[in-house]
């Protein structure tokens, strides 16, 4: 029997996906008490292997795993060579374009300097409105490019808003909604195609209920 191999994001989409997989009837006893393995049988005919979420799309992109779980966010800003197959609805957050708090009303023409950790997806949205603004990459807590006076806003991922809010920014208008996706290698939806449809509809089956 071919064990399909899936990349899950570490994390967060971790458990959500794993939650899943338990509603769909497969012993994740592996997963759930992993220590530091990295490659975890679930059920009988599955392989999940834990990653960071850009080294999720690029062993999937590489047909080195079969398929993979992870947000929109990095699909988006990363892009590749995969099908997206289904959105699990879990993992929901959205982009969203913030900043300190204004006194006058937002005006998008005011913002010339954004700080974020993804520049595709911030550089394609102001293009989108016909901006060319500076995009100034950041690698994490990138609340701090506008308290430092470094940018005018930031684009970034915001969920329940308690980061913006302890920081005295707010968001100016939302970009696009985020949540976790399953993605497969193309040639491998082919050479696969019956092992890894059941395993999708399954799955959706599961959201379902
Ligand atoms: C993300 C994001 C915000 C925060 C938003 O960061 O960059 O900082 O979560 O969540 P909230 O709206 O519920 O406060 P993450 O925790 O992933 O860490 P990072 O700064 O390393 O990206």
């Known amino acids: 029997m071919y064990k399909l191999r899936i990349a899950l994001t570490k994390g967060r989409l971790e458990k959500d996906t794993v939650g899943?997989?338990?509603?769909?009837?497969?012993?994740?006893?592996?997963?759930?008490?992993?220590?530091?393995?990295?490659?975890l049988p679930v059920g009988e005919s599955i392989e999940v292997v834990l990653a960071k979420s850009n080294d999720v799309i690029t062993y999937v992109e590489n047909g080195v795993c079969d398929m993979g779980v992870v947000g929109k966010d990095t699909i988006a800003e990363m892009g590749g060579s995969f099908y997206e197959i289904l959105d699990l609805g879990f993992g929901r957050c959205r982009f969203a374009v913030a900043g300190k708090k204004l006194s006058a009303p937002y005006d998008r023409q005011n913002i010339k300097v954004v700080a974020t950790k993804y520049p595709n997806v911030t550089r394609r949205f102001f293009e989108s409105k016909g901006m060319d603004v500076n995009v100034i990459k950041i690698e994490g807590s990138v609340e701090l490019a506008p308290l430092l006076e470094l940018s005018d806003a930031i684009v970034d991922i915001v969920e329940t808003g308690s980061t913006l809010r302890e920081n005295g920014l707010e968001v100016y208008e939302d970009v696009f909604p985020i949540s976790a996706r399953v993605i497969v290698n193309m040639a491998q939806l082919k050479i696969h195609k019956k092992e890894i449809e059941s395993l999708v509809e399954a799955m959706e089956k599961a959201l379902e209920n």
Not at 20 to 39: D, P, Q, S, T
């Open 20 to 39: 899943l997989f338990e509603k769909m009837g497969l012993n994740c006893e592996a997963v759930k008490n992993k220590g530091r393995k990295l490659i």
